[in-house]
């Protein structure tokens, strides 16, 4: 038993420092890792980066082009776009982290529970996770946030409810490949319970699958969630997002383009940098998720 | 073969029954009930208990939903709470104005994205394949309000080619309609394309790979005989299913879209009866979503199976 528990204990440490050589050898996911981890920082560092508050606004000030003193202009209320649209990485770095982890841990722990179990039980989460998945995301998000309201907390809740059954289904399908496994037949026949073969034998062996899954939903997640604040239902109106700017400044898009196109431009490099990200994961580390129908 | 076909739809059918099951439950859990909604907040409690009565609301839940269940299949939806008229006839003809929309999305999308697709994959690494794959890259990681935002930008405001919003309610007619269906459909068409290039993409260079092509290859078979007669069509198996998966992301998809351009489309009654709390609106919509999600995935799986024979033997042994 000792002996086995050690060789245990050591196998990660080299699995790590490997998965970990592969993905720098990924120009990929460098630069993917590389743009988001730039979000990241600009977010924290919002308030180095610009002296001027991203909700009071001057109103003297409306609607001005790029310039010296306002470098991406002005919004209808005086406010400088280019401050909020620093600050607006907050909420939606945030928010979208918070909801992703939330999803994924959820999806995970329950497409594990599921592959390891079997029977009427993978049968019944199955169908469950089958019907939620048959309404529409949007529609599904809409009433959760009207029931509840709006608010940070809601948002991750309601983006769990659409998110986990697709993590279930994908964790499910790697989770099936580990536990034939003989490890697995070994764990369960010293009688071990489903929780510690989970934890010991079975998540290890998915941790690239799941990490893959984590950036390809984050970058759903924050596409999500700001069309959700684009609509009006999700980040509540003085507070600085990227989808509330583009909703706020669409009115008056001919007159300062730049107040509508510095958000999209934020939206987009960000989701670009998960997006690389889970693609030069998925490839270095073999994980298919292309083939696993996205 | 048959009895394959049978057990799916049995098991979509069960599908469709739980999630209008889930619906209902969800909407129950709205706050505020059909009675106060339509009565407003400073109505008498005897007034909401008596609209409750009459509505049937004060029976139990299992009871309401087995009458709307009953309703539902004869095609009667209820009533709209804002509109006062048939949910059924409202709802199907917002969603007529909204099939314009999917219709063309999905024909502008599905072809050309195959088409990309196919032609990043034979060029595998070459600067076709790097450009489309980067521009779909690109596709996906924007949200259809930004792709919308800027077609407006470009093709109504620099040059005024089409209308940025629709003026008419839902009872107009295509003729009308059609002017403002093109930038709605090309935005959808571009973020659900990016996904399909990317999968047949991936699928192109599988099969060019495989050792079925290398012999075609080596019986001296033209390039052009090779890919249309033996890659393409093993190549589009597993993208029918991605198709289909966005054939029925579309209608959550057109949401954004239609309240981008005031489209009065099933994703903007969608909206506004959420904010109304219109409950037996949400219903029907969400049912008729599940409906087009269930159809789509069952379409996908018979045409595939209708495509690969292996998947036939398969579901039989099952």
Redesign the interface.
Known sequence: MTTLDTARADAPAPRAARAWRTLRSSRTAVVGLAIVAVHVVIALLAPLLTSYDPIAGNTSQALLGPGGAHWAGTDQYGRDVLARVLYGGRYALGVSVAATVVSVVLGTVIGCATALRGGWFDDLTGRVLDAVLAIPAVLALLVVVTALGTGPAVIVLAVAVVFVPQVVRVVRGAALAVVPADYVTAARARGEGTWPILRREVLPNIVDVVCVEFAMRASWVVLLISSLSFLGFGADPPTPDWGLMVAENRTAITVVPMASVAPIIALATLVIGLNLAADGLSKAWGVDRIREGL | MLSFIARRTVAAL???L??S???FL??Q???GDVATQVLGKDATPQAVAGLRGSLGLDRPAWERYTDWIRGALHGDFGTSLVSGKAVGGEVAQYLGNSALIALITILFAVTGSLLLGIVAGLWRDRWPDHLISTVS??G???????VA??L??CFS?ALPWFPAVVLYGPDATVGQLLPAVWLPALALAVVMAA?IV??AR?SVIDVMASEYVTTARLKGLSTWRVVTRHALPSALL?VL??IA?NV??L???V??VE??FNYPGI?KL??SS??N?DLPV?QA??VI??VV??VCNLAADLGAMALNPRLRTRGRTR
Do not use: D, K
């Open positions: 069960g599908t469709l739980l999630s099951l889930l619906v969800a909407v859990a709205l706050p890259l690109v996906m990681s924007v949200p259809e309000f930004v935002t800027v407006v930008l405001v996904y990317r999968m991936t597993p299913h991605v998966l029925a992301w209608l959550g998809g949401a954004v309240n981008v994703g969608m909206l959420v904010q709390r949400i919509i969400a979503s599940a999600y269930v």
